[in-house]
Every structure is written in structure tokens, then in C-alpha cells.
């Protein structure tokens, strides 16, 4: 069975500070990975994945997430915060088997002016 | 926008109610999706088409009964749904349902079951 994880249920971060969202997977075969953002009264919207190639992965609004196998983490990073990337952030991974793609539970990232 | 619509945004209904719930996408997409969004929850994926084609049914309970009557176009009708069932619903698509898709996500209806 494939598992997304994670940990933080709520994530603070100042304006222009660095941020990181963490994301553990665990899966029996190749992971995909995807991080998806969730704005207030919106519906998801995709970021950034990881098939296969460069282990760090170049998304949308300035997100990068790296892909750590050996660590099985995809933590999504953004060297500079802005008060607009206030949302939740949903991690979720895919390894072709029969559960489809698997969501973690999201992390609130509050961005403080 | 997404290119994924859905109608009602938001819904109230009482547990003896029949209602639906529609997804449009506009991306020429050949699967869709429903999910179930509740607080401090994964997403729970409800139903996968593909084609027009269920291939996908994780345990839902039957007061949920999905329609996908074309490519662009899923129904989620509802009845005798319990307090429980309130959540906000999902729909997305993508071109696939392969393991590399995107998924493209509609706004949601919020629904409250009284």
C-alpha cells in the first residue's frame, strides 16, 4: 500500500524568509510525486512533480521540491516567503498500483507579514 | 481557472433529500474524478472514469451513485446522506488516469447534510 505523510499540521513563516513544507512517501514500487495548493474556497491546483530525472523539481510561483529516496522525502521549498503563498499545501504520491493517487492530510503555510 | 467547473458551489440538504451534484471540465480531458475533502483529512478519492467507463470505486456508499454521460460532463447524485457526509466535493480530470497525470481540479461544492 502507498502512503503520503505530513507531519506538520500548520506551517509559520515570516515574509521573505526561506520556507519548507515536508512530505514523506512510502510505496512498494517508483514513486510519483506531486505537490498540489489549495487557496481558500478553490479547488486544487498543481504545483510541481517528480517522475524521474533531476531529483530537484522547478514548479510554479517559485516552488522547488527535492526528491530524497533515500530519505523517501519530497519537502517543498521557496527561498523567499510572500504573503500571498498563505494556503494549504497538499503532498501526494502515485506508484501506479491500484490506489490511484494518494493525498497526504495538507499543511497550512501562514505567512506573516 | 482550472477549465473544471462545478455547480452548486455550496448545497444544504436534509438527510431525506435526492440532489446532484455536476462537474464540467473544458480541457478535452478523458478522465475524471470525484473526491471527498474533510477537515484534517487526506482527500478521499470516490470515483475514477475513464472514457465515460467507472474504473474506479473506493468502497463508496451507495446513497453515492456517480454519472458520467460523456467525456466532459460527472454527476454525483445523493440520497439519504447522513450529517457525516458533509464535506466539500471535488471534482477534477486529466488526460489520462496513468501514474504521470495532472489532475485539474474544480472549485468544490461545499455540502452541509442536516
Known amino acids: 500500500a502507498q502512503s503520503v505523510a505530513q507531519p506538520e499540521d500548520q506551517v509559520n513563516v515570516a515574509e521573505g524568509n526561506p520556507l519548507t513544507v515536508k512530505c514523506t512517501y512510502s510505496v512498494s514500487g517508483n514513486p510519483y510525486l506531486f505537490w498540489y495548493v489549495q487557496y481558500p474556497n478553490r479547488g486544487l491546483q498543481f504545483l510541481l512533480k517528480?517522475?524521474?530525472?533531476?531529483?530537484l523539481v522547478k514548479g510554479s510561483y517559485g516552488f522547488e521540491a527535492e526528491f530524497n529516496k533515500s530519505q523517501t522525502s519530497f519537502h517543498l521549498k521557496k527561498p523567499s516567503a510572500l504573503v500571498s503563498d498563505s494556503a494549504l499545501y497538499f503532498c501526494a504520491v502515485d506508484s501506479g498500483g491500484y490506489q490511484k493517487v494518494t493525498f497526504g492530510t495538507g499543511t497550512k503555510l501562514q505567512v506573516i507579514p | 481557472e482550472t477549465g473544471v467547473t462545478q455547480t452548486p458551489r455550496h448545497l444544504v440538504m436534509g438527510m431525506t433529500n435526492k440532489k446532484s451534484l455536476k462537474c464540467e471540465q473544458h480541457?478535452?480531458?478523458?478522465?475524471m474524478y470525484w473526491y471527498k475533502q474533510s477537515a484534517k483529512k487526506p482527500l478521499e478519492l470516490m470515483f475514477v472514469y475513464s472514457l465515460e467507463e467507472r474504473v474506479e470505486n473506493n468502497s463508496v456508499p451507495s446513497r453515492f451513485s456517480p454519472e458520467c454521460p460523456n467525456s466532459s460532463h460527472l454527476f454525483l447524485h445523493l440520497h439519504t446522506l447522513q450529517p457525516e457526509d458533509s464535506a466539500l466535493y471535488l471534482c477534477?480530470?486529466?488526460?489520462?488516469?496513468?501514474?504521470?497525470?495532472?489532475?485539474?481540479f474544480g472549485p468544490g461544492t461545499r455540502l452541509l447534510v442536516l
Open positions: 480541457l478535452g480531458h478523458n478522465a
Open positions: 477534477a480530470s486529466s488526460q489520462e488516469t496513468g501514474v504521470q497525470e495532472t489532475q485539474y
Open positions: 517528480y517522475i524521474t530525472g533531476d531529483n
